[in-house]
């Protein structure tokens, strides 16, 4: 098989395979196209959010399989979309805090959809009580782990300060920053130490090294895991098998991967402190 051609922005140590091999090459095989024709990022991502909106309503109908193998294309379909608005974004110079935002509100737009359509059709209390809370574990979820990517991928170019959002007066992007940047007190010990290292770099390739295991730890609460496990609880003829997933293994993963992540920077930081003080 050829590799796909290598996408700078991230780290392929700590991808989910599939974007690596399908996801990613598929939304760079249609990027040309969009680009020729002058469709914008904003575009792509509203673009995502209906075809995510069909893979809801493939799967009102999990009882039969056809249905099913339907939405679960349809998901994977979203997930391309999902890749390409910020391809487009980039390649256009066309990156803005709007659509930041709604890339964001898009992502979580389709899987709301689909956890309503599922929900409405088993139509218990208890089915509804078991949507909320899985729902709310994704929130937090996505928002937590995201945050450790963009911190991952920060730190091993030796940057030790976040590049902050350009200031929005749109309420919405402000509500939409500060929640994304949650983790960044628990995490500043690492970035004041990186941030006053003479040679970062050595530092930096360190905490590259280190911490790939936490973040392929993490990689499991993207959003290709969830599309996946939605099409085999589905395909097992009981989506609550998904919000259990969703409740269960992936907060412990979060958990997990979170603690592992502070404690290789706390070890790391002392070290680098000690290096540092002996040789002054």
């Known amino acids: 098989m050829t590799a796909p051609t290598p996408d700078r922005s991230r780290d392929r140590r700590i991808e989910d395979p599939t974007n690596l091999w399908i996801i990613h090459p598929a939304a760079r095989l249609l990027l040309p196209w969009f680009i020729a024709r002058g469709i914008s990022a904003n575009v792509v991502s509203l673009g995502g959010l209906a075809v995510g909106g069909l893979a809801a309503l493939a799967y009102a109908h999990w009882q039969s399989w056809m249905f099913v193998m339907l939405g679960l294309l349809l998901s994977i379909a979203w997930l391309v979309a999902d890749g390409l608005d910020g391809m487009v974004a980039r390649a256009t110079g066309t990156s803005s805090p709007l659509g930041r935002v709604l890339d964001g509100l898009c992502d979580h737009g389709v899987f709301t959809l689909i956890y309503v359509v599922l929900a409405c059709s088993i139509g218990t209390a208890a089915v509804w009580a078991l949507t909320l809370a899985a729902g709310a574990a994704h929130a937090v979820q996505s928002n937590l782990y ?3 990517r963009a911190r991952f991928h920060r730190r091993r170019m030796g940057v ?9 007066r749109n309420p919405l992007v402000r509500l939409y920053d500060y929640v994304a940047g949650t983790l960044e007190r628990s995490a500043a010990r690492f970035d004041a130490v990186l941030g006053v290292q003479s040679a970062p770099a050595k530092l930096a390739t360190t905490y590259g090294t ?3 295991g936490p973040m392929r730890l993490m990689s499991l609460l993207s959003a290709n895991v969830r599309v996946y496990a939605i099409g ?8 609550r098998w998904f919000w259990w997933f969703e409740l269960g293994p992936l907060s412990a993963v979060l958990l997990v991967g979170i603690v592992w992540h502070r404690r290789l920077e706390a070890r790391l930081a002392g070290a680098a402190v000690i290096v540092t003080l002996s040789s002054t």
């Open 146 to 148: 995201e945050s450790e």
């Open 160 to 168: 030790a300060v976040a590049i902050r959002p350009t200031p929005s």
């Open 210 to 212: 280190a911490a790939v």
């Open 232 to 239: 085999l609880a589905c395909l097992a003829h009981d989506p």
